[in-house]
């Protein structure tokens, strides 16, 4: 089992963003955690215009009322779960992370606005600052995904991507202690990108078939070794040959997949953002919530 304190979820109040909040009530119930629910009131809001100036308290309480009369008709529909308000005015990145240090938060959720992928996550730029920021896991749920999966009633099928790094190591430790808590059917899959699969075929065409299927058998093995004991009769592994996003989003359609859970690479993760992830680009595409193990993320798992 996961066990965490609490769960944070971060809504800018839209309705996309608001996507996010029933799939971390789902999540808090049943790791028996708090829900901690926060919206922070971006700074820049409350500057003074011309000779004018929003008083800040005041502010802060009307947004209040108004947040809290929302999420308590969001909430209602979802019983069994403790959850409070956080509402603060800041720089929104800063503010978050104040917020899951505040409550020794172990998961951070929120939605993105998928036109622009992670570059316009939950508050535009503030995601790129909280995946570089951030020392627990991040789930991202698509801001157009459909109402009745972004509750997740229930989550019987997820699948981590695996690329062998220190930071997929970490994505296994959290994506096998949710299939635990979850009793989810669990998939590790790789993906044999295209300059390798470029090498393979510039060889002898006798070689290749021999060449492809030796290197299928290693990534197979190497991916059932992270497999833990008591999850490995019912483990799936797959081996595919691509564009990560795309075969990973392709088997995740055709099996159900519920989640994907991938690691990230701190400050190469920001770097890449320019020319897009693979992350990134499975959140553009719109299907699945994506759990994002920064590099110090790290589960405090242990079997039920």
């Given at each position: 089992?996961?066990?965490?304190?609490a769960?944070?979820c971060?809504?800018?109040?839209s309705?996309?963003?608001?996507?996010?909040?029933?799939?971390?009530?789902?999540?808090?119930?049943?790791l028996?955690s708090?829900?901690?629910?926060?919206?922070i009131?971006?700074?820049?809001?409350?500057?003074?215009?011309?000779?004018?100036?929003?008083?800040?308290?005041?502010?802060?309480?009307?947004?209040?009322?108004?947040?809290?009369?929302?999420?308590?008709?969001?909430l209602?529909?979802?019983?069994?779960?403790?959850?409070?308000?956080?509402?603060?005015?800041?720089?929104?990145?800063?503010?978050?992370?104040?917020?899951?240090?505040?409550?020794?938060?172990?998961?951070?959720?929120?939605?993105?606005?998928?036109?622009?992928?992670l570059?316009?996550?939950?508050?535009?730029?503030?995601?790129?600052?909280?995946?570089?920021?951030?020392?627990?896991?991040?789930?991202?749920?698509?801001?157009?995904?459909?109402?009745?999966?972004?509750?997740?009633?229930?989550?019987?099928?997820?699948?981590?991507?695996?690329?062998?790094?220190?930071?997929?190591?970490k994505?296994?430790?959290?994506?096998?202690?949710?299939?635990?808590?979850?009793?989810?059917?669990?998939?590790?899959?790789?993906v044999?990108?295209?300059?390798q699969?470029?090498?393979?075929?510039?060889?002898?065409?006798?070689?290749?078939l021999?060449?492809?299927?030796?290197?299928i058998?290693?990534?197979?093995?190497?991916?059932?070794?992270y497999?833990?004991?008591?999850?490995?009769d019912?483990?799936?592994?797959?081996?595919?040959?691509?564009?990560?996003?795309?075969?990973?989003?392709?088997?995740?359609?055709?099996?159900?997949?519920?989640?994907?859970?991938?690691?990230?690479?701190?400050?190469?993760?920001?770097?890449?953002?320019?020319?897009?992830?693979?992350?990134?680009?499975?959140?553009r595409?719109?299907?699945?919530?994506?759990?994002?193990?920064c590099?110090?993320?790290?589960?405090?798992?242990q079997?039920?």
């Amino acid at each position: 089992m996961i066990s965490i304190p609490a769960v944070v979820c971060a809504t800018d109040l839209s309705e996309g963003s608001n996507k996010a909040i029933p799939l971390a009530a789902y999540i808090a119930k049943s790791l028996k955690s708090k829900l901690v629910v926060t919206h922070i009131i971006d700074l820049p809001a409350v500057t003074p215009y011309g000779e004018t100036m929003v008083d800040p308290q005041e502010l802060k309480i009307r947004v209040e009322q108004a947040t809290r009369t929302q999420l308590t008709d969001i909430l209602a529909h979802i019983d069994g779960v403790d959850w409070e308000l956080h509402i603060s005015i800041g720089y929104p990145a800063k503010e978050i992370q104040n917020v899951v240090n505040e409550v020794s938060a172990g998961l951070l959720v929120a939605a993105t606005h998928v036109r622009s992928g992670l570059e316009r996550l939950l508050l535009g730029s503030v995601s790129r600052k909280l995946i570089n920021t951030l020392t627990v896991p991040f789930l991202i749920v698509p801001g157009s995904l459909p109402a009745d999966r972004s509750s997740l009633h229930r989550t019987e099928s997820i699948m981590i991507a695996c690329d062998f790094s220190e930071d997929a190591v970490k994505a296994i430790e959290w994506g096998t202690a949710f299939a635990r808590t979850f009793s989810a059917k669990l998939t590790l899959a790789t993906v044999i990108e295209q300059g390798q699969l470029n090498q393979i075929l510039t060889m002898d065409p006798q070689r290749e078939l021999a060449v492809a299927d030796r290197l299928i058998e290693d990534l197979t093995a190497r991916l059932k070794a992270y497999i833990p004991d008591d999850l490995k009769d019912s483990a799936t592994t797959m081996v595919f040959a691509g564009h990560p996003h795309e075969e990973l989003n392709k088997y995740a359609i055709l099996n159900h997949i519920d989640m994907i859970v991938m690691g990230v690479h701190g400050r190469g993760f920001i770097e890449n953002l320019m020319v897009g992830s693979t992350t990134d680009r499975l959140v553009r595409l719109g299907q699945f919530p994506v759990l994002a193990v920064c590099g110090a993320g790290r589960a405090d798992a242990q079997k039920s």
